[in-house]
């Protein structure tokens, strides 16, 4: 499987401020998935994109596949979107997903 | 469409019991796999079951076991427990086609004492 590494490990907002996420992999990859972990444990689905740019509200995420990296955009960041973001990517089957250590982020009010 | 539930929420067991999760899929969703989180190692996948049969499984010791039925709900087993055991056990299933995008559940607390 692949390797998985994010940045930064931590990050500390002001609420309103924007910020980039980063996810390297250490190959190509044709799923690859962004999550936010709430408080109490569950990881929330944000995006399934295994290349391309995809928009959701106030987050956005962009794959570059050929150059083996994704970032997730949050802008006009609020309280609510503080927690661990993780990024996964294949581990060698379809239900095997290898994930990076996350980025924790905090806001700020 | 209802997401994937996974029961207990929480859980406290001795050193050296044994434990039984249980995973309900997504409604259509054939594929489920475990993973199990803990603050050192992070989130590492357990195995992925697809019409009942284990296709793929990670790097844990054989106490760890798991099946699946054929309403595609599955359960993992931990027997003699340890203290490393504690973790929080996240379920998630998804299509048997693509996109293979996987949808977790609340996940299970276990705590060994």
């Known amino acids: 499987g692949i390797q998985v590494e994010q940045s930064p490990p931590d990050l500390i907002l002001q609420e309103g401020a924007n910020s980039t996420l980063r996810c390297n992999f250490s190959d190509s990859v044709n799923n690859l998935q962004w999550f936010h972990q709430n408080p109490w444990g569950q990881l929330i689905n944000l995006f399934y994109?295994?290349?391309g740019t995809k928009q959701n509200g106030r987050l956005s995420a962009t794959t570059v596949a050929t150059e083996r990296y994704s970032l997730l955009y949050i802008s006009s960041s609020q309280t609510t979107d503080s927690g661990v973001y993780f990024c996964?990517?294949?581990?060698?089957?379809?239900?095997?997903?290898?994930f990076g250590k996350g980025t924790k982020l905090s806001v700020k009010p | 469409k209802a997401g994937v539930t996974q029961t207990p929420r929480y859980l406290i067991k001795t050193r050296g019991q044994q434990v039984t999760l249980s995973c309900s899929p997504i409604s259509g969703h054939r594929s489920v796999s475990w993973y199990q989180q803990t603050p050192g190692q992070g989130l590492q996948f357990l195995f992925e079951y697809f019409s009942e049969t284990q296709r793929n499984k990670g790097n844990f010791p054989g106490r760890f076991s798991g099946r699946q039925f054929s309403n595609s709900r599955s359960e993992m087993n931990v027997s003699t427990l340890e203290l490393g055991d504690s973790a929080l056990y996240l379920c998630?299933?998804?299509?048997?086609?693509?996109?293979?995008?996987?949808?977790f559940g609340p996940g299970t607390r276990l705590t060994v004492t």
């Open positions: 996964a990517g294949p581990g060698g089957s379809q239900g095997n997903l290898i």
């Open positions: 998630a299933s998804s299509r048997s086609s693509q996109p293979y995008e996987q949808y």
């Open positions: 994109i295994p290349s």
